[in-house]
């Protein structure tokens, strides 16, 4: 018999028995792939939902408000705790906050070591995928305090506490990975117009733009008037038109609202609107309590990550149906603590 009829008759035979010609058996579904390929977080600071989705709004923050009525407000969405860094290290890695994280790390002294520090860039890595952190402020790439166990420098503008990458020692220790990741803001601008950004940006405004230092000159309508600036070339990308999803949230609430959900949230009532092509309904709202654990939830499920610490509470739901359209979730893995 000929080499080719030899094959043909081989798979035919195969196929029979439902087995394909690679071993795999023929029945098998391929893998699913996540429709999510790229996630950008935007976090705004110190303010309640009632404030921000306040009978103000529209006049407060008109071009939140504008993009509120093309994605999906998150009505139930809570912060992890009080203050901020808590917030931060919680939706990147899972951790609860603790007394110096509670304290903000005033005196840099609570960076996380190498084999407890398990975060969402490292995850990311490891799976070939793709991170940056845009630290607007930021005078130099992987700016931090000169030395830890002493007093943080950089407090206003851009400010240490609003860059959770700065407290996980296999970036901090790593200078050449640290500076090629965590960078100045401007680079986002440059990234979206090569259309090279990576698969997941943190964004974090500084704290005037962010609404953190308040005033007449750093309240929430300034922090309006710099996403209207800086939200729109993520919008218009090609990035976010094909399979991209643009978080906005704050980090916590107003410091004596310590409501929460879902037995390990006590930051407050926060607000958090997603925007994507993948959304269900343009300008919905949906009542599922969420907590900034849900969200780091929600990105490793989309890119097939194990979940990390109270990510992978029982009481942490990702984001669902009532945000997406179609499931966004990829063959789970076993999480990690």
């Not at 999906?72 to 992890?80: G, H, T």
């Not at 992987?142 to 503008?157: E, I, R, S, Y």
């Not at 640290?178 to 090279?196: E, G, I, M």
């Amino acid at each position: 018999m000929g080499m080719r009829r030899w094959w043909a008759a081989a798979i035919a035979a195969l196929s029979v028995i439902g087995v394909s010609a690679g071993g795999v058996p023929a029945s098998a579904a391929p893998t699913p792939k996540s429709p999510v390929k790229h996630v950008f977080v935007v976090v705004l600071e110190n303010a309640s939902a009632s404030e921000i989705a306040s009978p103000t709004f529209k006049t407060t923050m008109p071009y939140l408000s504008s993009l509120s009525a093309k994605g999906v407000s998150l009505d139930q969405m809570y912060a992890i705790d009080h203050v901020s860094l808590g917030n931060y290290i919680g939706m990147t890695s899972g951790y609860e906050a603790n007394a110096k994280t509670k304290a903000d790390c005033s005196q840099y002294d609570c960076v996380y070591p190498v084999g407890q520090d398990d975060n969402v860039a490292n995850q990311l890595e490891a799976q070939h995928l793709t991170w940056k952190g845009y630290m607007d402020g930021m005078t130099q790439p992987c700016q931090k305090p000169p030395t830890q166990g002493a007093p943080d420098p950089f407090q206003v503008g851009y400010a240490t506490r609003h860059n959770p990458f700065m407290y996980y020692a296999s970036i901090v220790d790593n200078a050449t990975r640290c500076r090629s990741h965590v960078v100045p803001f401007p680079q986002l601008a440059t990234d979206l117009a090569a259309n090279r950004v990576p698969n997941y940006s943190f964004i974090s405004p500084s704290t005037c733009n962010d609404a953190h230092d308040r005033g007449s000159a750093c309240g929430l309508e300034q922090a309006d008037v710099w996403m209207s600036q800086h939200v729109q070339p993520i919008l218009k990308s090609k990035a976010y038109k094909d399979g991209g999803v643009l978080i906005i949230t704050t980090d916590e609430s107003e410091i004596s609202d310590t409501s929460g959900c879902c037995g390990n949230a006590q930051g407050g009532h926060i607000a958090t609107f997603i925007l994507s092509p993948l959304i269900a309904q343009p300008g919905s709202h949906t009542a599922t309590p969420y907590t900034h654990y849900s969200t780091l939830r929600w990105i490793e499920d989309s890119f097939g990550l194990p979940c990390l610490r109270h990510a992978c509470d029982p009481s942490t739901k990702p984001f669902g149906s009532d945000v997406f359209k179609a499931p966004t979730s990829v063959t789970k893995k076993t999480g990690t603590s």
